[in-house]
């Protein structure tokens, strides 16, 4: 059984390379990490499974809404349900918070993430051109919002 946690702000090595299993093409340091989870209003939260990290989430409270930074999931262990718990947990917090969205950016070619943030309720709210460095290229992103029911949680 997959188990969230909250996200320690000195986890910045563990989920350096954490970031680089989930985007090997797009890495983010120890240093970017620390730098984030000591922003104000930073919070995160990761997916262990029988004690090894599976997934995470970072997230920045921005006063009245959320922004997830980064989400991922080990490919291994991806479509078994981890990037809906991680949302959940996020958007749990969010409501927490009082703040009254999630927002995100989704690369257009990451179909399986499209589905998921659909299926949860997340619509369009913006597009950025050019947005993600791929290996032959670039591709757009989508900025993607969740309004949240201040009375319920996802999870």
């Known amino acids: 059984m997959t188990r969230i946690a909250a996200m320690p702000v000195t986890a910045a090595e563990p989920m350096a390379r954490l970031h680089l299993a989930c985007f090997p093409d797009e890495p983010w340091d120890a240093e970017a990490f620390g730098r984030l989870l000591a922003l104000p209003g930073c919070f995160g939260c990761i997916a262990w499974?029988?004690?090894?990290?599976?997934?995470?989430?970072?997230a920045r409270d921005l006063g009245t809404e959320c922004e997830v930074l980064s989400l991922g999931v080990l490919p291994s262990q991806r479509r078994r349900g981890t990037g809906r718990q991680l949302v959940g947990a996020i958007a749990d917090e969010a409501t927490r918070r009082g703040l009254g969205s999630v927002v995100l950016e989704v690369a257009t070619d990451n179909h399986a993430a499209?589905?998921?943030?659909?299926?949860?309720?997340?619509?369009?709210?913006g597009f950025?051109?050019?947005?993600?460095?791929?290996?032959?290229?670039?591709?757009?992103?989508?900025?993607l919002r969740l309004r949240l029911?201040?009375?319920a949680c996802l999870s």
Not at 49 to 58: N, S, V, W, Y
């Open 49 to 58: 499974l029988r004690g090894t990290p599976i997934g995470f989430a970072l």
């Open 149 to 151: 029911n201040q009375n």
């Open 128 to 143: 950025r051109p050019r947005y993600y460095r791929r290996p032959d290229g670039l591709a757009d992103a989508l900025i």
């Open 114 to 125: 499209r589905r998921l943030y659909t299926a949860l309720g997340f619509g369009r709210a």
